[in-house]
């Protein structure tokens, strides 16, 4: 039995062929598998052959009439693959198209197929640019031939190759067989007889004897060989999903923006932010960083200072007069909460060209921004260039708007739809002896009279309960108020404080003290809180949130003081809603049925960050568009797990150099007044530190290190392949410093 | 013994493993490395081996590569390399100085088209450029042979009335990359067939100069002796060939391999895989009832004269097929044994496969028809078959 596969070089074919062989060999047969050598060369097209034989093998020659043939690129098949083949000879192709479509195309012939590309690039067998799927097909060929499994679980053994066995098995399950379509009569083929002896003696002439040219040096590259031919795969410019992108709970195209900053200015960076925020200066401030957890230089040389870079770009552009996609027919959409949630669905709304009210309660905008971040992190200045970009856009805003349930219900008629957006209204009580006494005041109230009426006083000892956001906000404006000692006491560790760590450190920065592990048990004091009575604690096994649990103990303590502030975390307010409403799924339901009410937000997620915020504003005035009939897609966040890895990124190419730090004002000097503790950064070269994970920068690398030189510069800077010439080696794409390319079959 | 499923440069390398580690008890295994396709896998697995008392060196040149086994041959060390082509034309110098040295170095050779141009495929032509150095000579013809074959080479170099370094051709990439189950013989079985080496004249802390200038009168007794040793190698090689067969149960292959040639009118003398495909084409041409046979020339130094001639007693017409060319001659063999054949004989040289060409049985069937139909024998022709 002569078995013939045709393949490319790189896709393994004499290995395929060796595996046959050993198959055979356990069958008790004699065997011998040898490649066609020399033409081996990445892409070109080469032969293996498979002998198999009862008696010893004594024919030394190629396999000119096989029984079987496997074809592992389907481009090779044709005469010069299929000469040869017996009559009802077998034929096994490597492509996803059925054997009966085969079947037709080669009468004749009984074809099998099965895509083994599939198969070998999804157990990740190959390199890491080509997929190499010998050791597939040779699964399937064994179910073709009745190979027992035992015996070819045994041969990839013997040839060390056991790790691709679950691909042949998948392979030796899945592939299928045509029946074979009767050949038209033809006229049977004369095989060329060998060409007739001749002597080597010259005959003789009176020319001069020809020399046979031995040089084929040819001018420029122009050659009749169309190497493309060869090709299996093919290298494509492909836009990657860059791991910040993945992060970035807002949806802001993060590599996007980094690279326009880096290469065409801030104006072309705030176009790309626009289209997903409309409060690039405000997150360019309080964002706590997503993009910069995932960022693949983060455990390289520190995460790109993305935060920085989008505040530079605020700081430095124009408001970016986001692309409008005006819809033919404009809806009335009514926001209520100027929040971070309801900024962002109200700026969705109206580039569409939406009516839009904006409802607020209190006499400014910007809700939590406004009442919840201390000037010194958000100035005034800030929020107030970010609102203009939303206004500009024609959204009409009502403020000092205190809606109740009869509101609520009046604009649910008035409007084809509303959006709620009022975050979290509700301050988390402590219910512990003493709670009622003057001095004890909720943190967001503390915040809230703070930052809408200057001249507030804070003095003596402040104690500040909680570890989260608005807890280091109160203890640093208790400190800008005139508290003479401000102490954080905090019932987990530092690692487990759910404040961003940058706020952590400028606390402690301007002196603020902490007491981890500490729980309050009682307030003390007669009418006016004088003391805190704390008790030890220890930290149990994980619970839901997964920290660990803390477990107070008998241990106390007591610490005098005069003022606390509660920052124990928020819940929201339902009171709004009338009676008979529900909120379910993010929509308000009446016995049932669905309303026109979407909630969003921290009032619907309860994720508890601007950013997040954002991103959720935007889904769901998306989703309210959807539900008045709009015809639009819904808004999802990309996977994590589809993020460019750090094993993708090909480091070697970029030097170590640390992330650019933010100007920030001395400590001392900065607690006597809200004025804005950073100034940004120096400069936006930070933003040439990204590597751009995912997309490509038309660096050149691939250009360089093709071998084939087929890759091109266009006029427009971008890159062209040659698909006449290119052999689909992969080398551009394992060269790639940013995993900016892909093959395609 | 166990069956193995491997290429016949995995053999070749296998061979010289076992060969290396039997001389453990003696002065241990030295060999100098140098990389050419279609060698490259013989040395590359002879690298990974651990090989007690072994020196496996690899150096920048195939000259080198000799260079490093003339000194270990010289230290008493058993000693082997590999190469191939042009890598053999570039060892040249060292080749000669190996023969002549008499020191019992076993080289495998892959056989290769010389360049240029470039051509990687089998052609006898760079071993036969060697013929006259002093070395004993042989062609495989199956993978079998690469294990067999190498383990006669280094008995019979190495056997005290001998002394001479030994060659084993192999057809590039026909053999040379080809699997096939081959018998691997235990080292328990190798060290009973190769003894330690004892080299009588091997470098001692007695300083001496070796190769130094010799006159006439010298050079005349040390040409002397060395064709004497190579005559004595057909004695040797018959021993040799005995004690394989008590030790691993099978013989190997004699100097020259006859296949039906009792009742032939007709010859094909060819040298290594050819030799397969023309005894596929000689039982081809007797169903078609031509009293055709073969003879396969194992040996080729020393030349196996008397074997050859008394072979081809009685034929009457022979085809010598050589691949290779010595140009203003013809094929080397062919020189070499045309005047082998009974006197009045009809011998006709034919060249197939230079440079690597398939040789397929229906070509050799068509050089049988055409020799019977020759009145006489003409100069040599060269048949294509790519």
Redesign the interface.
Same mark, same amino acid.
């Given at each position: 039995m002569e078995i013939r596969i045709h393949g490319r070089g790189g896709q393994g074919g004499?290995t395929c062929a060796?595996i046959l062989?050993?198959a055979y060999?356990r069958m008790g047969k004699?065997?011998?598998?040898?490649?066609d050598?020399?033409a081996e060369r990445s892409g070109a097209p080469i032969r293996a052959y498979t002998r198999v034989s009862d008696a010893p093998? @004594?024919?030394?020659?190629?396999v000119?009439h096989p029984d079987h043939l496997l074809v592992l690129d389907p481009a090779l098949l044709g005469e010069a693959s299929l000469a040869g083949l017996a009559e009802g000879g077998s034929l096994l192709i490597n492509s996803p198209d059925p054997p009966e479509r085969f079947a037709e195309r080669f009468p004749g012939t009984r074809p099998a197929s099965l895509d083994c590309t599939a198969i070998a690039r999804r157990h990740g067998i190959g390199t890491r640019s080509v997929v190499i799927v010998n050791t597939t097909i040779a699964g399937a060929f064994a179910r073709t031939q009745g190979i027992p499994l035992e015996v070819l679980e045994g041969a990839y053994e013997?040839l060390g190759l056991a790790g691709d066995l679950p691909a042949a098995l998948e392979a030796y399950a899945a592939v299928r067989i045509a029946e074979p379509r009767p050949r038209a009569a033809v006229a049977g083929a004369v095989a060329s007889?060998?060409?007739?002896?001749? @002597?080597?003696?010259p005959a003789a002439s009176t020319a001069p004897p020809p020399v046979l040219a031995?040089t084929a040096h040819t001018e420029g590259p122009e050659t009749g060989l169309k190497t493309g031919d060869w090709r299996s795969q093919l290298p494509r410019f492909v836009r990657n999903l860059a791991p910040c992108n993945a992060w970035c709970p807002a949806g802001i195209d993060v590599v996007g923006f980094v690279q326009a900053l880096a290469r065409e200015g801030p104006e072309a960076a705030a176009g790309i932010l626009a289209e997903a925020t409309p409060l690039a200066s405000v997150c360019g401030r309080v964002c706590p960083g997503f993009c910069m957890l995932g960022c693949n230089r983060r455990d390289y040389d520190g995460a790109v200072n993305v935060r920085g870079l989008e505040r530079w770009v605020a700081d430095h552009a124009p408001i970016a007069r986001a692309a409008e996609q005006p819809t033919a027919q404009p809806r009335r959409l009514a926001v209520v909460g100027s929040g971070p949630a309801g900024l962002s669905a109200a700026y969705a709304l109206a580039r569409q060209g939406h009516r839009t009210e904006l409802f607020e309660g209190e006499s400014v905008l910007g809700g939590v921004l406004r009442t919840g971040i201390p000037g010194y992190r958000l100035p005034d200045a800030a929020l107030e260039r970010d609102l203009q970009g939303i206004l500009d856009l024609g959204v009409e805003a009502h403020t000092g708007a205190f809606l109740g349930q009869a509101d609520l219900e009046r604009l649910s008629q008035d409007f084809d739809a509303v959006i709620l957006a009022t975050g979290l209204q509700q301050a988390r009580d402590l219910d512990i002896p003493g709670s009622e006494l003057a001095g004890v005041e909720q943190g967001i109230a503390f915040l809230h009279r703070s930052n809408l009426e200057p001249g507030a006083r804070l003095t003596g000892h402040v104690v500040v309960l909680g570890g989260g956001n608005t807890a280091m906000d109160c203890a640093r404006s208790a400190l800008r108020f005139g508290a003479d000692r401000v102490t954080v006491a905090y019932r987990r560790g530092r690692s487990e404080m759910p404040a961003i760590r940058e706020e952590i450190e400028e606390a402690m920065e301007e002196g603020v003290t902490f007491r981890f592990l500490q729980a309050p048990v009682a307030f003390v004091g007669e009418d006016r809180v004088t003391g805190l009575e704390l008790a030890e604690v220890e930290l149990g096994p994980p619970d839901d949130s997964g920290r660990r649990r803390p477990l107070v103990t008998e241990r106390r303590s007591r610490i005098a003081c005069d003022h606390v502030l509660l920052a124990l975390g928020q819940s929201p307010d339902l009171a709004l809603l009338p009676e008979d409403w529900k909120l379910q799924d993010g929509r308000a339901f009446r016995s049932g049925e669905a309303l026109n009410v979407f909630a969003s937000g921290d009032l619907s997620t309860g994720a508890g960050t601007v950013t997040h915020a954002i991103g959720d504003g935007r889904r769901v005035a998306r989703q309210a568009l959807i539900a008045l009939g709009e015809a639009l897609e819904p808004l999802t966040r990309p996977d994590r797990a589809d993020a460019v890895p750090r094993e993708r990124i090909r480091f070697d190419y970029f030097a170590r150099r640390s992330p650019a730090q933010l100007r920030q004002a001395a400590p001392a000097e900065r607690i006597g007044g809200f004025d804005e503790v950073s100034q940004g950064l120096p400069d936006a070269s930070e933003a040439e530190r990204c590597l751009s994970c995912g997309s490509c920068t038309y660096c050149d690398t691939c250009l360089i290190y093709c071998p084939e030189g087929i890759i091109h510069r266009e006029p427009d800077g971008t890159y062209a392949i040659d698909a006449e010439y290119c052999k689909g080696c992969g080398i551009c794409l394992s060269v790639c410093p940013r995993c900016g390319l892909e093959m395609v079959t | 013994m166990s069956t193995q499923l491997m290429t016949a440069n995995h053999a070749a390398g296998l061979a010289a493993t076992l060969a290396g580690r039997a001389n453990r008890r003696g002065r241990g295994f030295g060999s100098g490395v140098y990389p050419i396709t279609p060698q490259t896998e013989c040395i590359e697995f002879l690298c990974k081996q651990d090989i007690e008392k072994g020196h496996v060196v690899r150096v920048e040149s195939e000259h080198s590569a000799m260079a490093v086994c003339i000194g270990f041959s010289m230290a008493g060390l058993r000693a082997y390399t590999a190469s191939s082509s042009n890598g053999l034309a570039y060892m040249t110098e060292n080749v000669f100085a190996a023969g002549f040295y008499r020191l019992p170095i076993v080289m495998m050779a892959v056989n290769r088209t010389m360049g240029p141009p470039w051509n990687i495929w089998v052609d006898h032509g760079d071993t036969l450029m060697l013929r006259d150095a002093g070395w004993i000579q042989l062609y495989c013809e199956d993978n079998q042979d690469l294990m067999d074959l190498s383990l006669m080479c280094f008995r019979v170099a190495e056997d005290p009335r001998i002394l001479v370094p030994a060659m084993l051709g192999q057809d590039a990439f026909v053999l040379s990359h080809t699997i096939m189950q081959i018998e691997v013989p235990d080292q328990a079985q190798v060290d009973r067939f190769l003894p330690p080496l004892d080299l009588p004249h091997r470098l001692t802390d007695q300083p001496r100069t070796v190769g130094g200038l010799d006159f006439p009168h010298e050079i005349e007794q040390h040409r002397e002796h060395h064709a004497a040793a190579m005559n004595r190698v057909f004695e040797v090689y018959a021993e040799a060939q005995d004690a394989f067969e008590a030790v691993f149960g099978r013989r190997p292959a004699d100097p020259v391999v006859p296949y039906r040639l009792d009742d032939a009118e007709l010859a094909l003398v060819s040298m290594g895989t050819t030799a397969s495909t023309a005894r596929a084409a000689v039982d081809e041409a007797r169903r078609k009832g031509i009293r055709a046979g073969s003879l396969r020339v194992n040996l080729f130094r020393p030349f196996p004269e008397r074997q050859l001639a008394a072979q081809l007693a009685g034929i009457e017409r022979v085809a010598i097929l050589d691949r290779d060319l010595s140009p203003g001659m013809g094929g080397i063999l062919w020189g070499e044994s045309r005047a082998l054949a009974p006197r009045d004989a009809l011998v006709q040289n034919y060249m197939l496969g230079l440079g690597g060409g398939d040789v397929r049985p229906e070509h050799l069937v068509a050089v049988i028809d055409d020799l019977a139909g020759l009145e006489r024998a003409g100069a040599p022709i060269i048949q294509e078959v790519a």
């Amino acid at each position: 039995m002569e078995i013939r596969i045709h393949g490319r070089g790189g896709q393994g074919g004499v290995t395929c062929a060796k595996i046959l062989a050993a198959a055979y060999a356990r069958m008790g047969k004699s065997v011998q598998a040898f490649g066609d050598y020399a033409a081996e060369r990445s892409g070109a097209p080469i032969r293996a052959y498979t002998r198999v034989s009862d008696a010893p093998i @004594t024919n030394r020659n190629k396999v000119y009439h096989p029984d079987h043939l496997l074809v592992l690129d389907p481009a090779l098949l044709g005469e010069a693959s299929l000469a040869g083949l017996a009559e009802g000879g077998s034929l096994l192709i490597n492509s996803p198209d059925p054997p009966e479509r085969f079947a037709e195309r080669f009468p004749g012939t009984r074809p099998a197929s099965l895509d083994c590309t599939a198969i070998a690039r999804r157990h990740g067998i190959g390199t890491r640019s080509v997929v190499i799927v010998n050791t597939t097909i040779a699964g399937a060929f064994a179910r073709t031939q009745g190979i027992p499994l035992e015996v070819l679980e045994g041969a990839y053994e013997d040839l060390g190759l056991a790790g691709d066995l679950p691909a042949a098995l998948e392979a030796y399950a899945a592939v299928r067989i045509a029946e074979p379509r009767p050949r038209a009569a033809v006229a049977g083929a004369v095989a060329s007889p060998p060409p007739a002896p001749r @002597t080597v003696a010259p005959a003789a002439s009176t020319a001069p004897p020809p020399v046979l040219a031995l040089t084929a040096h040819t001018e420029g590259p122009e050659t009749g060989l169309k190497t493309g031919d060869w090709r299996s795969q093919l290298p494509r410019f492909v836009r990657n999903l860059a791991p910040c992108n993945a992060w970035c709970p807002a949806g802001i195209d993060v590599v996007g923006f980094v690279q326009a900053l880096a290469r065409e200015g801030p104006e072309a960076a705030a176009g790309i932010l626009a289209e997903a925020t409309p409060l690039a200066s405000v997150c360019g401030r309080v964002c706590p960083g997503f993009c910069m957890l995932g960022c693949n230089r983060r455990d390289y040389d520190g995460a790109v200072n993305v935060r920085g870079l989008e505040r530079w770009v605020a700081d430095h552009a124009p408001i970016a007069r986001a692309a409008e996609q005006p819809t033919a027919q404009p809806r009335r959409l009514a926001v209520v909460g100027s929040g971070p949630a309801g900024l962002s669905a109200a700026y969705a709304l109206a580039r569409q060209g939406h009516r839009t009210e904006l409802f607020e309660g209190e006499s400014v905008l910007g809700g939590v921004l406004r009442t919840g971040i201390p000037g010194y992190r958000l100035p005034d200045a800030a929020l107030e260039r970010d609102l203009q970009g939303i206004l500009d856009l024609g959204v009409e805003a009502h403020t000092g708007a205190f809606l109740g349930q009869a509101d609520l219900e009046r604009l649910s008629q008035d409007f084809d739809a509303v959006i709620l957006a009022t975050g979290l209204q509700q301050a988390r009580d402590l219910d512990i002896p003493g709670s009622e006494l003057a001095g004890v005041e909720q943190g967001i109230a503390f915040l809230h009279r703070s930052n809408l009426e200057p001249g507030a006083r804070l003095t003596g000892h402040v104690v500040v309960l909680g570890g989260g956001n608005t807890a280091m906000d109160c203890a640093r404006s208790a400190l800008r108020f005139g508290a003479d000692r401000v102490t954080v006491a905090y019932r987990r560790g530092r690692s487990e404080m759910p404040a961003i760590r940058e706020e952590i450190e400028e606390a402690m920065e301007e002196g603020v003290t902490f007491r981890f592990l500490q729980a309050p048990v009682a307030f003390v004091g007669e009418d006016r809180v004088t003391g805190l009575e704390l008790a030890e604690v220890e930290l149990g096994p994980p619970d839901d949130s997964g920290r660990r649990r803390p477990l107070v103990t008998e241990r106390r303590s007591r610490i005098a003081c005069d003022h606390v502030l509660l920052a124990l975390g928020q819940s929201p307010d339902l009171a709004l809603l009338p009676e008979d409403w529900k909120l379910q799924d993010g929509r308000a339901f009446r016995s049932g049925e669905a309303l026109n009410v979407f909630a969003s937000g921290d009032l619907s997620t309860g994720a508890g960050t601007v950013t997040h915020a954002i991103g959720d504003g935007r889904r769901v005035a998306r989703q309210a568009l959807i539900a008045l009939g709009e015809a639009l897609e819904p808004l999802t966040r990309p996977d994590r797990a589809d993020a460019v890895p750090r094993e993708r990124i090909r480091f070697d190419y970029f030097a170590r150099r640390s992330p650019a730090q933010l100007r920030q004002a001395a400590p001392a000097e900065r607690i006597g007044g809200f004025d804005e503790v950073s100034q940004g950064l120096p400069d936006a070269s930070e933003a040439e530190r990204c590597l751009s994970c995912g997309s490509c920068t038309y660096c050149d690398t691939c250009l360089i290190y093709c071998p084939e030189g087929i890759i091109h510069r266009e006029p427009d800077g971008t890159y062209a392949i040659d698909a006449e010439y290119c052999k689909g080696c992969g080398i551009c794409l394992s060269v790639c410093p940013r995993c900016g390319l892909e093959m395609v079959t | 013994m166990s069956t193995q499923l491997m290429t016949a440069n995995h053999a070749a390398g296998l061979a010289a493993t076992l060969a290396g580690r039997a001389n453990r008890r003696g002065r241990g295994f030295g060999s100098g490395v140098y990389p050419i396709t279609p060698q490259t896998e013989c040395i590359e697995f002879l690298c990974k081996q651990d090989i007690e008392k072994g020196h496996v060196v690899r150096v920048e040149s195939e000259h080198s590569a000799m260079a490093v086994c003339i000194g270990f041959s010289m230290a008493g060390l058993r000693a082997y390399t590999a190469s191939s082509s042009n890598g053999l034309a570039y060892m040249t110098e060292n080749v000669f100085a190996a023969g002549f040295y008499r020191l019992p170095i076993v080289m495998m050779a892959v056989n290769r088209t010389m360049g240029p141009p470039w051509n990687i495929w089998v052609d006898h032509g760079d071993t036969l450029m060697l013929r006259d150095a002093g070395w004993i000579q042989l062609y495989c013809e199956d993978n079998q042979d690469l294990m067999d074959l190498s383990l006669m080479c280094f008995r019979v170099a190495e056997d005290p009335r001998i002394l001479v370094p030994a060659m084993l051709g192999q057809d590039a990439f026909v053999l040379s990359h080809t699997i096939m189950q081959i018998e691997v013989p235990d080292q328990a079985q190798v060290d009973r067939f190769l003894p330690p080496l004892d080299l009588p004249h091997r470098l001692t802390d007695q300083p001496r100069t070796v190769g130094g200038l010799d006159f006439p009168h010298e050079i005349e007794q040390h040409r002397e002796h060395h064709a004497a040793a190579m005559n004595r190698v057909f004695e040797v090689y018959a021993e040799a060939q005995d004690a394989f067969e008590a030790v691993f149960g099978r013989r190997p292959a004699d100097p020259v391999v006859p296949y039906r040639l009792d009742d032939a009118e007709l010859a094909l003398v060819s040298m290594g895989t050819t030799a397969s495909t023309a005894r596929a084409a000689v039982d081809e041409a007797r169903r078609k009832g031509i009293r055709a046979g073969s003879l396969r020339v194992n040996l080729f130094r020393p030349f196996p004269e008397r074997q050859l001639a008394a072979q081809l007693a009685g034929i009457e017409r022979v085809a010598i097929l050589d691949r290779d060319l010595s140009p203003g001659m013809g094929g080397i063999l062919w020189g070499e044994s045309r005047a082998l054949a009974p006197r009045d004989a009809l011998v006709q040289n034919y060249m197939l496969g230079l440079g690597g060409g398939d040789v397929r049985p229906e070509h050799l069937v068509a050089v049988i028809d055409d020799l019977a139909g020759l009145e006489r024998a003409g100069a040599p022709i060269i048949q294509e078959v790519a």
